[in-house]
């Protein structure tokens, strides 16, 4: 059924009977799939943790060179699934979208992520309701955002980081990349904990010199401190 050349999208809800290991395989034989959404996906194979079914699929879909979206939902993406999604952004220049909400695991994994993302070609990066995330974390998330920004091939327009107790930390290392950026349109930055004054005058600067258009803040926690 994936192999026969003519499956472009592939919803995974709640899937239950597959073996995510017969998905992976299926999925190697079909470079006509653009997008891929796996949501509210707790995997119940026993002998397959969520994280690892991930990993398999993510995998899977890392050798169609077509691939231009992946979206991760109420699932678990942790140290093996972020590598695969590393060798995804960096093998494919056809990616434009990711979305991983409410999915997101802390740990070693949020590095390969990160180096991922700087390489990547994307035009909408969602990366939100990481509630799990250290501050540490945070941090090296937003240096691969940040890089990602920097750099001269950058193709970002969308991007959203809402929900997620990110910090002052974080904010002032993603103000670094969004200084003299000129691709990005709409940032989303809603629920995200930054507070003093200092946080908010870097991140006023650095959008001064942006082509941000659509700003998004909610609930920022802001002091006068």
């Known amino acids: 059924l994936f192999a026969d050349g003519h499956l472009t999208e592939l919803d995974l809800e709640e899937c239950l009977v597959i073996h995510p290991s017969c998905i992976a395989s299926m999925l190697l ?5 653009k997008r891929v959404n796996i949501h509210q996906h707790q995997w119940e194979v026993r002998i397959v943790r969520t994280n690892e079914a991930n990993r398999l699929i993510i995998e899977a879909l890392a050798a169609n060179p077509n691939l231009a979206s992946l979206s991760v939902m109420g699932s678990y993406v942790g140290k093996k699934s972020c590598e695969a999604i590393e060798t995804l952004l960096s093998s494919n220049n056809n990616m434009r979208t990711l979305t991983i909400k409410d999915s997101l695991s802390d740990g070693r994994g949020i590095g390969a992520l990160s180096n991922g993302l700087t390489a990547s070609a994307l035009e909408t990066l969602v990366l939100s309701d990481a ?8 941090c090296v998330l937003m240096t691969g955002v940040s890089n990602m920004l920097k750099s001269s091939n950058s193709q970002l327009k969308r991007l959203d980081l809402s929900n997620n107790e990110m910090n002052d930390d974080g904010i002032s ?16 930055l809603a629920n995200c904990l930054f507070s003093t004054v200092r946080t908010w005058q870097s991140l006023a600067s650095a959008l001064s ?9 909610i609930s920022s926690g802001l002091t006068d401190e």
Do not use: F
Request: aromatic share 2%; hydrophobic share 30%; net charge neutral.
């Open 29 to 33: 034989g079909n470079a006509s799939l």
């Open 131 to 138: 509630s799990s995330l250290t501050n540490r974390s945070y």
């Open 173 to 188: 290392m993603l103000s670094g990349g969004l200084s003299g950026n000129s691709t990005l349109q709409t940032l989303n």
């Open 209 to 217: 010199t942006s082509t941000v258009e659509h700003l998004i803040i």
